[in-house]
């Protein structure tokens, strides 16, 4: 069985209606992005940032996995494959996907802001004065900008195993998720799904690009994919 390995961020999520800040000149909501995704942000007004994540829960919960995130795990049934996402809905666990890897963390999920390590399954709001069970305050469980990115070796580790790259619905400017691409093996095929592809300059491999939205996409790469088993 091939090893496929998925990339995939805002635009197959986009589909389902869970909006991107870049929808909107860089407003997330409504919000500047620092102000809600920030640790200066939390630092200033973690009321905001709370109220901000506890409405983006309560949204996630009313959208469903859409047929790019159910052919990906159809596709488990002909191939190992492992996602890699930028996304931090659970929309792919949902629709049948065994295994994914959330880069910048899970909207499900919240933190102690002293232990990184205690990390809660969460779908209601989460308030100031909610705290684990040493007493410190729990905060969402998101990389926020200017954080670091604990996955990324894992990631960067699962990246050069792919014998077929796929990377969906990405802009390709958020780094270093954006690099991952570069540490697949020489000669791996890459497919870009995406209805307004970044250009990609520097990538020796075979580069298939197809400008359509993730679920037409998918619908195209499913059928390349099956003529490979």
């Not at 993730?214 to 099956?226: C, D, I, P």
Request: net charge negative.
């Amino acid at each position: 069985m091939k090893k496929i390995v998925v990339l995939t961020g805002a635009g197959i999520s986009a589909e389902s209606g869970i909006k991107t800040f870049r929808d909107a000149d860089g407003l997330w909501e409504g919000h500047d992005i620092m102000a809600v995704a920030s640790p200066i942000g939390w630092k200033k007004n973690p009321e905001l940032v709370l109220d901000f994540y506890n409405k983006r829960r309560a949204q996630l919960l009313t959208v469903q996995p859409n047929s790019a995130h159910k052919i990906l795990a159809e596709l488990e049934q002909l191939f190992t494959l492992q996602i890699i996402t930028q996304n931090v809905d659970d929309l792919h666990e949902r629709a049948g996907s065994s295994s994914v890897l959330h880069l910048h963390g899970e909207l499900l999920k919240v933190r102690s802001v002293a232990n990184e390590t205690c990390i809660l399954d969460w779908k209601t709001d989460l308030h100031i004065g909610t705290s684990d069970p040493q007493g410190h305050q729990l905060r969402p469980h998101i990389v926020w900008f200017g954080e670091a990115v604990p996955l990324l070796d894992k990631a960067i580790e699962i990246v050069t195993t792919a014998e077929v790259l796929i990377i969906i619905g990405t802009s390709l400017q958020v780094y270093p998720a954006a690099g991952l691409m570069h540490f697949i093996q020489p000669n791996v095929p890459v497919y870009y799904i995406d209805p307004k592809p970044a250009t990609i300059y520097d990538l020796a491999n075979p580069l298939k690009v197809i400008p359509l939205t993730a679920v037409e996409g998918m619908k195209v790469v499913k059928e390349e994919l099956l003529h490979l088993t």
